[in-house]
């Protein structure tokens, strides 16, 4: 318990100093600029937490009893978010509202779990006079703290999160469209101010600068006021080292997690986090200036990231997303049958057209686009089914390759493309590592979230050398088909992490570098046809994949008996078939029946499993 007793001896000394600079009036005035509307949840929610915790205090609750827990805060906010409809109007932060929204107002912020920068003591009650205060939900200190012995250490959650990996536009919602379109045109009005002003600010400065007293400071050796606030500017330029290359292009958000198991939130996992926003520089700052006298609130040295780059939130709520909620309509819990026939046609025509014409191609696609890890028994990720599309050329990609990727973007949320070459390998990030000089999770390009498309193009591979790099590249690739793994670099030992992305392999001859587990050499009959798509019926077709892939399956006794009367049959018919194949059949069985909105494997579909696989197998000859 010595920290525990150093810390608080840290916090009483800074918390003498501050007294000291701090009148009473001065904390009148603070004091009432917070408290703001009683209860105003979106524009001023520290407001409503601390009169939440007055009220708790007033009823006789002992401080002692939060450590922990909630005092009612969050069950306000989850009213008024859930029950009053508010969270509509709560902004989502991003790269174009993180311009105008206000530091200590209601966000939220949408993105994977990148890495956890594990745990932070703050002093979350204290006792000021006879008054008790909290610094929950803040990054500093809002009233000096006294020389009061009743002070609570509690501890808090560091998440770094960044928008999902290849996270398609159309995943925008409605309002954050809106919001979005807001905020340009509040940008376009402030750079006409700021336009106006800068030429008025012109014309002040060459009238200055010709002025005789300027002059007579010339001569003098003196530096005219002008040149020297530019040379402060460039003084003042921010350090961004600890942001990389890839987050400099989007906004993530360092997320501060309160009251919550560690079994509740996992690495690359994609949540909705509802908070208050902060932006305050100060934290890093004056950290020189504060030593000691820190309030125990400036962050870990090793976890500094720049505020202007990485904003903070403070979760009052988090909720775990899927596929669903990236959707402008919500799927229904039951699809009903008529509609799903209709919608699964259409959709099959369409990938049928993209692919030439190529009706069991577009057939497999459509089983491959369904596909899950629903189970895991031993080291086999049951529900997988990685495709394979042969005889592509480096000519015939650029016209099914892109038709093909540009569908896929269209129907998935998150995807991405790999143009796997030599070079690409021997040089690439794959793996996440994690580097301790930074104590940050490194990310890799295969760092996705569950429910993600990945598409390998291998047309541009050709005859060369593999490095160490590139050879361990190629096992990474390998095993993240294989098993649904992904192995971590931490240095001092690699760790698996279970994972959950549809792979498409574009070749020309059957991939040995990711071997996938259904390969079918693309055979059109007409050049890949561009058709503009309805919105209404992208949106049908999006439901549709969330929809089926998401329901449960099962076979019914009978039907058990028939398939593995079929199995053993297919067996001794090729000796060559082994215990991988006879489970690729069954999963595409279960997607055929899933296709069509059914959670049980009926014969008529099973049958035409056995067709269509008989079929790619001829084809394969």
Same mark, same amino acid.
């Not at 929610?45 to 915790?53: D, E, H, I, S």
């Not at 000096?144 to 560091?158: A, F, K, Q, T």
């Not at 309160?258 to 950290?287: H, I, Q």
């Not at 001092?492 to 992305?501: C, H, Q």
């Given at each position: ?7 608080l001896?840290?916090i009483?000394?800074a ?5 000291s600079?701090n009148?009473?009036?001065e904390?009148?005035?603070?004091e009432?600029?917070m ?15 601390r ?7 007033a ?12 005092? @009612? ?6 009213q008024?978010l859930?029950e009053?409809?508010?969270l ?6 991003n ?9 200590n107002?209601?966000v939220?912020?949408r @993105? ?13 009650a204290y006792k000021?006079g006879s ?6 939900f803040?990054?500093v200190?809002?009233?000096p703290?006294?020389?009061s012995?009743d002070i609570?250490?509690?501890?808090r959650?560091?998440?770094y ?6 996270q398609?536009s159309w995943t925008?919602s409605?309002s ?5 379109k807001?905020s ?11 336009d106006?002003?800068n030429?008025?600010?012109l014309?002040?400065?060459d ?8 002059k007579?400071m010339r001569e ?5 006021p002008s040149s ?8 003042g ?10 987050e ?7 997320v501060?997690i ?5 079994s ?10 509802v ?8 934290v890093m700052?004056?950290k020189?200036?504060q030593d000691e ?11 500094h990231?720049p505020p ?5 939130l ?6 775990k997303?899927?596929v669903?909620d990236?959707?402008?309509s ?5 699809p009903?049958?008529r ?5 699964r046609?259409s959709?099959?025509r369409?990938l ?11 057939h497999?696609m459509l089983l491959?686009?369904l596909?899950?890890v ?19 050329s480096k000519?015939?990609v650029?016209?099914?390759?892109n038709?093909?990727r540009?569908?896929?973007q269209n ?11 030599v ?5 690439a ?9 930074t ?8 760092q996705?979230?569950d429910?993600s ?6 047309t541009?591979?050709?005859t060369?050398?593999?490095n ?6 190629a096992?990474?690739?390998?095993n ?8 971590y670099?931490?240095?001092y030992y ?5 994972a ?9 001859g ?8 259904l390969v079918i050499?693309?055979?059109p009959s ?5 058709e ?9 077709w999006r439901?549709?994949?969330a929809?089926?892939?998401?329901l449960?399956?099962s076979?019914?006794?009978?039907m058990?008996r ?5 199995l ?8 060559s078939?082994? @215990?991988?194949?006879l ?5 595409m069985g279960?997607?055929m029946?899933?296709s ?8 008529e579909?099973?049958?035409m ?13």
């Amino acid at each position: 318990m010595i920290w525990r007793e150093n810390l608080l001896l840290h916090i009483k000394l800074a918390a003498t100093a501050s007294a000291s600079l701090n009148s009473q009036s001065e904390r009148k005035e603070r004091e009432s600029e917070m408290v703001g509307p009683k209860y105003d949840c979106l524009a001023n929610p520290l407001g409503a937490v601390r009169l939440t915790f007055e009220k708790a205090i007033a009823s006789g609750a002992d401080p002692a009893s939060f450590d922990g827990k909630d005092w @009612g805060a969050v069950d306000l906010f989850r009213q008024f978010l859930f029950e009053d409809g508010a969270l509509s109007h709560v902004p989502i932060l991003n790269p174009t509202t993180i311009k105008w929204v206000q530091p200590n107002t209601l966000v939220r912020f949408r @993105g994977m779990i990148q890495d956890m920068l594990g745990n932070e003591f703050y002093a979350g009650a204290y006792k000021d006079g006879s008054v008790w205060r909290t610094n929950k939900f803040m990054d500093v200190c809002q009233y000096p703290m006294g020389s009061s012995p009743d002070i609570r250490i509690w501890e808090r959650r560091l998440l770094y999160c960044i928008p999902v990996p290849g996270q398609n536009s159309w995943t925008e919602s409605l309002s954050e469209v809106a919001m979005n379109k807001t905020s340009q045109q509040r940008e376009k009005r402030q750079r006409m101010e700021d336009d106006a002003s800068n030429h008025m600010d012109l014309v002040l400065v060459d009238e200055f600068e010709s002025s005789p007293s300027v002059k007579k400071m010339r001569e003098n050796g003196h530096a005219s006021p002008s040149s020297q606030s530019k040379d402060s500017v460039i003084e003042g330029t921010s350090n961004t080292n600890f942001v990389t290359n890839a987050e400099r292009n989007s906004l993530p958000c360092l997320v501060k997690i309160y009251d919550c198991p560690e079994s509740e939130l996992k690495l690359n996992e994609v949540f909705e986090f509802v908070g208050v926003l902060t932006l305050d520089s100060d934290v890093m700052a004056d950290k020189d200036d504060q030593d000691e006298s820190s309030y125990g609130f400036i962050e870990d040295e090793l976890v500094h990231l720049p505020p202007e780059k990485v904003p903070r939130l403070h979760c009052l709520i988090h909720r775990k997303l899927d596929v669903n909620d990236f959707l402008h309509s919500s799927p229904m819990m039951e699809p009903k049958p008529r509609l799903v026939k209709e919608t699964r046609e259409s959709l099959l025509r369409h990938l049928t057209s993209i692919l030439g014409n190529d009706g069991i191609a577009a057939h497999l696609m459509l089983l491959h686009l369904l596909s899950r890890v629903h189970a895991r028994i031993d080291n086999v990720a049951v529900g997988k089914l990685s495709l394979n599309l042969t005889c592509l050329s480096k000519e015939s990609v650029s016209v099914f390759g892109n038709q093909i990727r540009l569908s896929v973007q269209n129907l998935l949320p998150f995807t991405q493309c790999i143009p796997l070459t030599v070079n690409y390998l021997n040089t690439a990030s794959l793996a996440p590592k994690k580097d301790y000089q930074t104590n940050r999770l490194i990310p890799g390009v295969l760092q996705l979230a569950d429910g993600s498309h990945l598409i390998i193009d291998e047309t541009q591979l050709e005859t060369g050398t593999l490095n160490s790099t590139g050879v361990e590249n190629a096992r990474l690739l390998k095993n993240l088909m294989e098993f649904q793994k992904v192995e971590y670099n931490f240095e001092y030992y690699k760790m698996e992490m279970i994972a959950d992305v549809q792979m498409l392999i574009l070749s020309e001859g059957k991939s040995n570098i990711v071997p996938a587990d259904l390969v079918i050499p693309l055979q059109p009959s007409s050049a890949a046809s561009f058709e503009v798509v309805p919105a209404e019926t992208l949106e049908a077709w999006r439901w549709y994949l969330a929809s089926v892939r998401s329901l449960p399956h099962s076979i019914e006794s009978d039907m058990q008996r028939v398939v593995e009367s079929d199995l053993v049959a297919a067996r001794q018919a090729d000796r060559s078939l082994g @215990g991988q194949d006879l489970s690729r059949l069954l999963t595409m069985g279960r997607l055929m029946s899933a296709s069509f909105g059914e959670t049980s494997l009926s014969l008529e579909h099973w049958q035409m499993v056995k067709e269509l696989e008989r079929l790619r197998r001829e084809r394969l000859k």
